[in-house]
C-alpha cells in the first residue's frame, strides 16, 4: 500500500517567541471604518439566522427573478446521476469525481468541513494537485491553468468513481496536535493536518507531487463580491509594501476562458477564478466529472480511459443550466449582523482595528452600477480585500497558482462567520477546515498576520472574547 504524506511545512513558525511586551499599546487605527448598520449585504440583507442562514435569495430580488432562483437551486441542491439516466437533465455524472451534488460540499450553502478521524471520509476537502513547472517549457500551460497538472493524475485527486471505474485513489487525514501558549498562561490545542494519499489505481504518484488541500467555502454574497469594480479591489494592493506596515496585498491574474484574456482574479482560496461562471462550471468538471461550454474537458487524463464513458460529444451541463447555476449562486443573500448594541461587540469591532486585521480583512466597498439592480451600489460589509497575502509556512502548500504563490492565499471575506456553524455544525476555518474556532484560525495566522496574531496572543482573556464575538457578530 503506498501512503505518502504531506504536511503544512515548518509548522514550529507557529511556536516563534512572542516580540512584543506585554503591556505593549496598540495605536488605534483611526482610517479603518466601523460598520454601523446591520445589513451587511446591502439591501438585500435578509433576517435570517438559523440553519437556513446561508440558503435564501437576495432579499431584494424581483418576484420576476424567483423562479429563476429556484431553478438554480434545484440543480446545485439535487445529486447527479450516472448515465444513461431518465434524469437526462442531471445525468453525466463521473467517470471520476469527489461528489454528486453542489451541495454535497458547500453544504446548505455554507462551509464544509475535514474529516474529524482517519476512520471517516472527506465530504467536502479534497487535494488539488500539481507538480513544479518550467516557467520556459510550461508558459503555456502556465498562462491558461495557472500550474502543471500531475502527470496521469490530473490537477485533483478524485476519490470516487462510476461502476466500471476505479477511484484515482483514498485520501487520508491525520491530525497531530500542536499547543500554542498565550501571553496570560492559558493554553490553546490547534490541529496540524498530515495528508495522506493511499491506495493510488493508477499508477504511482509522481515524486515530486504537490498537493493543496481545499475545504468548500461559503456561497453567500458571490455576486455582491463580483460587483466590486476592479478598481477598487486593486487601490488595496502595496505589493512592495510601500508603507511599512508588513501587509503587501497584491492581486492575482488568471485566465478568462470565455474572453481568452488575462483578468483580475475573484474567486477561490488563492483567487484563480475571474468570476462564478467560470468558477462553478470549473468545480462541475473537476469535483463532479460533468462538462460544459466554458470547461469542455474533465480532469480525467488520457491514461485512465475515460472516453469509454463518452455520451455521444455533448455536453452534461448545458449552456441553461449553467446560467441557472450562475444566476442561483449570485443570488445567495447575506444575513443581517447581530449583537451590533452589545459594548463587548463594539470593543471586539475596536480591537479588530487596532490589531491592525482590517488591513486585509477590508471592511466595506460600495458595489458598481451593474446589470442587476439587486446587485448594484450597494454598500457591503464583506470584510476583504480580495487579494493575495503570505500567510506564513505554517498555512502553506508549496502550490503556485497563476500569480499566487505556495505561501499566499486569498483574503476570506468575514460576513457570516458567526453563522458558520450554525449552518454546518461541523464546518472548519481556514483553507482546508484544521481551525475549529475562530481563535484556532487567528492563531494560525503568520506571515503578514504574523503581528497582528502576536498582539492577539497578548491580550487578556476578556479582550481576546471580546475580539471573538465581534468575529460572530458579522
Given at each position: ?9 515548518l ?6 517567541p ?10 488605534a487605527?483611526?482610517?479603518y ?24 435569495p437576495q432579499?431584494?430580488?424581483p ?11 434545484s440543480f ?17 455524472l ?8 453542489c ?12 474529516p ?44 470516487s468513481a462510476i461502476?466500471?471505474m476505479?477511484?484515482?485513489a ?24 498530515v ?5 493510488p ?7 515530486n ?24 479591489i486593486?487601490?488595496h ?6 508603507n511599512g ?12 476562458k470565455?474572453?481568452?484574456t ?19 462550471m ?10 460544459s ?6 480532469d ?5 480511459k475515460?472516453?469509454?464513458f463518452a455520451n455521444?460529444?455533448e ?11 450562475a444566476?442561483y449562486s449570485a443570488s ?5 449582523r ?5 459594548p ?8 479588530f ?43 502553506a ?5 497563476f500569480?499566487?504563490d ?5 483574503t ?18 481556514l ?5 475549529r ?31 471573538q ?6
Amino acid at each position: 500500500m503506498s501512503r505518502p504524506s504531506f504536511r503544512s511545512a515548518l509548522f514550529q513558525a507557529l511556536l516563534l517567541p512572542l516580540t512584543l511586551s506585554a503591556g505593549a499599546a496598540f495605536a488605534a487605527q483611526s482610517d479603518y471604518p466601523v460598520q454601523e448598520t446591520p445589513m451587511t449585504g446591502g439591501a438585500g440583507s435578509v433576517k435570517q439566522h438559523d440553519h437556513n442562514a446561508f440558503s435564501l435569495p437576495q432579499g431584494n430580488l424581483p418576484m420576476t427573478k424567483r423562479l429563476d432562483f429556484s431553478v438554480g437551486n434545484s440543480f446545485f441542491r439535487n445529486p447527479w446521476v450516472v448515465a444513461p439516466s431518465s434524469t437526462d437533465a442531471r445525468d453525466g455524472l463521473g467517470p471520476l469525481f469527489n461528489t454528486n451534488s453542489c451541495q454535497g460540499c458547500h453544504i446548505k450553502d455554507g462551509r464544509g468541513h475535514a474529516p474529524p478521524s482517519v476512520d471517516e471520509p472527506s465530504v467536502s476537502l479534497f487535494l488539488r494537485l500539481a507538480v513544479p513547472a518550467d516557467p520556459e517549457t510550461d508558459a503555456e500551460i502556465l498562462k491558461r491553468h495557472g500550474f502543471v497538472p500531475a502527470p496521469v493524475y490530473g490537477s485533483q485527486l478524485q476519490t470516487s468513481a462510476i461502476p466500471g471505474m476505479q477511484p484515482e485513489a483514498r485520501m487520508v487525514v491525520e491530525w497531530q496536535p500542536l499547543e500554542q501558549t498565550l501571553a496570560d498562561g492559558t493554553k490553546v490545542s490547534l490541529r496540524q493536518p498530515v495528508y495522506h494519499i493511499e491506495s493510488p489505481n493508477y499508477g504511482p504518484l509522481p515524486d515530486n507531487l504537490l498537493i493543496s488541500p481545499r475545504v468548500a467555502p461559503p456561497m453567500i454574497g458571490l455576486g455582491l463580491l463580483e460587483s466590486i469594480a476592479e478598481a477598487d479591489i486593486l487601490s488595496h494592493e502595496d505589493p512592495n509594501d510601500s508603507n511599512g506596515d508588513g501587509i503587501s496585498g497584491r492581486a492575482n491574474r488568471v485566465w478568462n476562458k470565455a474572453t481568452e484574456t488575462t483578468v483580475l482574479g475573484r474567486f477561490g482560496w488563492k483567487a484563480a477564478e475571474p468570476n462564478i461562471l467560470q468558477q462553478a462550471m470549473g468545480a462541475f468538471a473537476g469535483d463532479m466529472g460533468l462538462t460544459s461550454t466554458l470547461s469542455p474537458q474533465t480532469d480525467c487524463t488520457p491514461e485512465q480511459k475515460c472516453d469509454a464513458f463518452a455520451n455521444g460529444g455533448e455536453y452534461e451541463v448545458s449552456d441553461k443550466v449553467a446560467n441557472f447555476i450562475a444566476f442561483y449562486s449570485a443570488s445567495l443573500a447575506v444575513p443581517t449582523r447581530r449583537d451590533m448594541e452589545s459594548p463587548e461587540v463594539q470593543r471586539g469591532a475596536e480591537l479588530f482595528n487596532q490589531l491592525n486585521c482590517a488591513a486585509c480583512h477590508t471592511p466595506t466597498y460600495t458595489t458598481a452600477k451593474v446589470e442587476r439592480d439587486d446587485l448594484s451600489e450597494q454598500v457591503i460589509w464583506p470584510y476583504s480585500d480580495l487579494l493575495l497575502h503570505d500567510m506564513g509556512p505554517g498555512l502553506a502548500d508549496g502550490r503556485d497558482e497563476f500569480l499566487a504563490d505556495g505561501n499566499e492565499w486569498r483574503t476570506p471575506p468575514l460576513w457570516g462567520m458567526g453563522l458558520a456553524q450554525q449552518v454546518n455544525p461541523s464546518a472548519g476555518f481556514l483553507h482546508d477546515g484544521r481551525a475549529r474556532t475562530l481563535e484556532e484560525a487567528i492563531l494560525w495566522h503568520a506571515g503578514e498576520a504574523q503581528a497582528s496574531a502576536d498582539q492577539y496572543r497578548l491580550l487578556p482573556a476578556p479582550e481576546r472574547a471580546a475580539l471573538q464575538r465581534f468575529l460572530n457578530s458579522l
